[in-house]
């Protein structure tokens, strides 16, 4: 009995216990730059201490200075200051919108003291409201400004739902005028201890309200119009589509929508039924996947806002290094939202060479009296065998398939970040890639590459400069992509492309004896070119590869900087956060160097690769050309028959003193 009654209240204590702890997990931590130990998605035990000896590095990126653990515990990665500057600058020119509109200008640091032409990019309005440059807003009073690190009692409530540091919040703070607040929420008790003391280091806790909450949870919470954030800025490790349903519902009427992609492996077509259960698209293998997985997740955040009556409007999509980033507005509409089908398409793709086709899923029609009359699609555009060699189709989408820049507020961003060049670090950057999206042509989604183009034929590489004047000089329109240096976006259907690349065969032959009969190189270059722009007419096509002027853009021409080079050793995606921070470390490289090329044959070293060759004969003193002698590395010795039946004669090398090859090099009889 008395065993019974001490298990009985030894159990009531640990009870007692448990709430206690689940009360203070509650009430929240409290509000000290000291920090309990790491948390993942806001659980750790109770009662314990951050360990005195624990180490941080001080990190200052822009106008932020961020205290970072030394182990990985948080989770950072120095290569996207990229995507943080061009946030700031895409949220700086939102800004100016939405306050333009109630009569407030915004001064951004080393800007000159100039009205800016403040456009309505809202489609609720017909046409676009300009203000002309000196036109004050307010007639008859002084115009209201909005500066750097201020509040603004009517500027914008921002959410960052993923903060871990709360890096990206702070520089908001410091760095976008025109603010009422910035949310930077983290699941994570101990990011949200690091957001707290990074506030106080940045001086910025009037503007910064540090949250510990479950994103979705949040973001579901302020539903109502009163509470939702004009900007919500999602940048998850890994795919965020579990996100996506909140944050369109989150954000205010033409609020923007900030969202990082970096599950790039699943967007670009290696797990097409993962693709498809995270973003309800199927993606495909192809040289425009980077492109094609910004039209699938601008599918996939379209999709989740048409159910509850809304409808999304992209303002710039950019595809750089290892992820993807869309900056896209959310307005509400029945009307807009019946017109969402027909800015759908699948995507048809031979598997042989590459042409693609697009069938969209919806038709919008023009019926009597200006109403738009909305029905299905008819196709499809392909038969079941491709047209030009013979290969099947593989399926994929949905994607988007309208224009998925706004070049107007491009344009915006691009001339406020080349008339400040000193306000960002990737300023450069910035400017290169804004450059080559204006250049696109809006309405041609995705592209082919030179160098598919080039090995689906068997045939030698033609210059960018040329093929784009081919193409120029038959009457189509073509530019570049900032997602691929090598691509080709145009107008002209590949049967055009293909004429074009017969043409340029023709003049770097292929030996036609070489290809099989099955293959789309011998079956694409069996057609000889016709003129396909002109159905009725019957004469052959010869393309002209003379260089147009115009062929090569303004920002090719001036060497506009597009691709990073390598900012450190292993850069790319860094490894997930960790409690405790085990995954970062000098084991941790030791162990990178350890796994290097482990599926591959371990080389050897000298002494063995040199007692391995001894063992081949030498072609040359079998002929009496050796001049080697003791010095050859390969045999001398007489062969016997059953010698000569196992091993082939080897040549004799050029130089002495032979490396082993690398691992994975093809060794044995018979190697020079």
Same mark, same amino acid.
């Given at each position: ?33 000291? @920090? ?18 624990? /180490? ?35 949220? *700086? ?60 009692? =009517? ?9 871990? @540091? ?14 009422? @607040? ?40 302020? /539903? ?133 086709? &697009? ?55 691009? =001339? ?11 300023? =450069? ?61 145009? %107008? ?56 147009? %002027? ?62 391995? &060759?001894? *063992? ?23 062969? *016997? ?32």
């Amino acid at each position: 009995m008395s065993h019974a009654r001490a298990v009985l209240r030894f159990t009531l204590s640990l009870r007692s216990a448990g709430r206690l702890c689940s009360a203070r997990f509650m009430e929240g931590p409290p509000h000290r730059p000291v @920090s309990p130990p790491a948390m993942e998605n806001g659980t750790a035990p109770c009662g314990e201490k951050r360990p005195p000896d624990t /180490q941080e590095t001080t990190v200052t990126e822009g106008s932020a200075k961020i205290a970072f653990p030394s182990a990985n515990e948080v989770f950072y990665n120095p290569v996207q200051e990229f995507n943080r500057d061009l946030t700031c600058a895409v949220i *700086t020119e939102f800004a100016r919108i939405r306050l333009g509109a109630k009569g407030i200008q915004i001064k951004v640091p080393g800007e000159k003291e100039v009205q800016k032409v403040v456009v309505d990019l809202s489609e609720q309005e017909q046409d676009k409201a300009v203000l002309k440059e000196g036109a004050d807003p307010a007639p008859g009073n002084q115009p209201r400004t909005a500066t750097v690190g201020e509040m603004c009692e =009517e500027g914008l409530r921002v959410l960052e739902g993923l903060a871990a @540091s709360g890096l990206r919040s702070i520089r908001f703070a410091r760095e976008v005028p025109g603010l009422r @607040s910035v949310v930077a929420n983290d699941a994570s008790a101990r990011a949200v201890d690091l957001i707290r003391h990074n506030v106080q280091l940045n001086e910025v806790a009037h503007l910064v309200q540090p949250s510990q909450a479950d994103a979705r949870m949040l973001m579901y919470q302020h /539903q109502r119009v009163s509470d939702r954030f004009d900007v919500i800025d999602l940048d998850p490790y890994g795919s965020p589509a579990a996100f996506l349903d909140a944050a369109v519902q989150a954000v205010s009427e033409g609020g923007l929508l900030c969202v990082t992609c970096t599950d790039m492996a699943v967007l670009a077509g290696n797990s097409g039924e993962t693709c498809y259960s995270k973003y309800g698209a199927m993606a495909l293998k192809s040289r425009a996947c980077h492109e094609m997985a910004l039209r699938i997740v601008l599918h996939s955040l379209d999709l989740r806002a048409n159910c509850y009556q809304r409808f999304v409007v992209p303002l710039l999509s950019i595809s750089a290094d290892f992820y993807i980033r869309v900056f896209v507005r959310v307005f509400t509409g029945q009307a807009k939202v019946k017109a969402s089908a027909s800015k759908q398409a699948l995507v048809f793709q031979c598997v042989g060479c590459g042409a693609f086709h &697009l069938q969209r899923l919806g038709k919008a029609s023009g019926a009597p009296g200006g109403r738009v009359k909305f029905s299905a699609a008819c196709g499809p555009p392909v038969a079941p065998e491709c047209e030009h060699c013979g290969q099947r189709h593989q399926l994929g989408g949905p994607l988007w398939v309208e224009p998925i820049h706004d070049l107007d507020f491009v344009g915006r961003v691009l =001339e406020a970040v080349s008339t400040n060049p000193g306000r960002f670090h990737t300023s =450069e950057r910035i400017r290169g890639v804004l450059s080559v999206v204006t250049e696109e042509l809006p309405d041609v989604p995705l592209y082919y590459t030179l160098d598919q183009l080039s090995s689906t034929i068997h045939c030698s590489t033609p210059s960018l400069l040329q093929l784009r004047s081919a193409l120029l000089h038959a009457g189509f329109r073509v530019s570049l992509s900032h997602a691929c240096k090598n691509a080709v976006k145009t %107008d002209a259907p590949a049967s055009a492309l293909w004429d074009i690349m017969r043409c340029w065969e023709k003049q770097c032959p292929v030996k036609r004896e070489r290809l099989s009969e099955t293959s789309p190189a011998f079956r694409i270059l069996s057609v000889e070119p016709r003129m396909t722009a002109l159905p009725a007419a019957d004469f052959r096509l010869q393309a002209n590869f003379t260089i147009r %002027d115009d062929a090569n853009p303004s920002s090719r021409q001036r060497g506009l900087k597009r691709f990073q080079a390598n900012p450190e050793a292993n850069w790319g995606p860094r490894p997930r956060a960790r409690p405790g921070g085990k995954a970062v470390g000098e084991a941790m490289e030791d162990r990178r160097r350890l796994l290097q090329n482990k599926r591959k044959e371990p080389a050897e070293d000298l002494a063995q690769w040199a007692a391995r &060759l001894k *063992t081949f004969p030498c072609k040359r003193f079998k002929k009496g050309t050796c001049q080697r002698g003791d010095q050859c590395c390969y045999s001398h010795r007489p062969l *016997t028959p059953e010698a000569t039946a196992e091993a082939a004669p080897a040549d004799c090398p050029q130089t002495p003193n032979q490396k082993p090859p690398g691992s994975g090099a093809t060794t044995g009889p018979g190697v020079d």
